[in-house]
């Protein structure tokens, strides 16, 4: 685990002990929020040596309301997620509901 973690935050320059901050906007609305959110964040853990991972839901499942805002559509959401990743130099997570789902999220994130 320890040398799987030194490879995911290769491009970051980290106190090793410190504890990583996975985080970033609930859901993929718009490459503005995203990019925001993420260059905003990795600043903050740059700054304090604290290694990070960009995550964002690309569609968001477990809505109480069918009317409530699930995404952008799933292909353009992770497009955005991978993107994120390699703007920043920093590994990134979705989170999934089916197995089907980590297939596709396999070809766009670091960490499922």
Request: hydrophobic share 40%; glycine share 4%.
């Amino acid at each position: 685990m320890e040398r799987y973690l030194k490879d995911l935050f290769s491009g970051q320059q980290y106190n090793e002990n410190n504890f990583f901050l996975i985080a970033g906007p609930c859901v993929v609305e718009s490459e503005e929020i995203v990019m925001e959110t993420a260059e905003k964040v990795a600043a903050i853990c740059k700054r304090l040596q604290v290694p990070y991972i960009f995550k964002s839901s690309y569609r968001k499942a477990n809505r109480t309301s069918a009317n409530s805002f699930t995404g952008i559509g799933d292909e353009k959401a992770m497009e955005l997620i991978k993107k994120t990743g390699e703007r920043f130099s920093i590994p990134t997570t979705t989170d999934i509901h089916t197995e089907q789902e980590a297939a596709l999220a396999a070809k766009y994130v670091d960490v499922l």
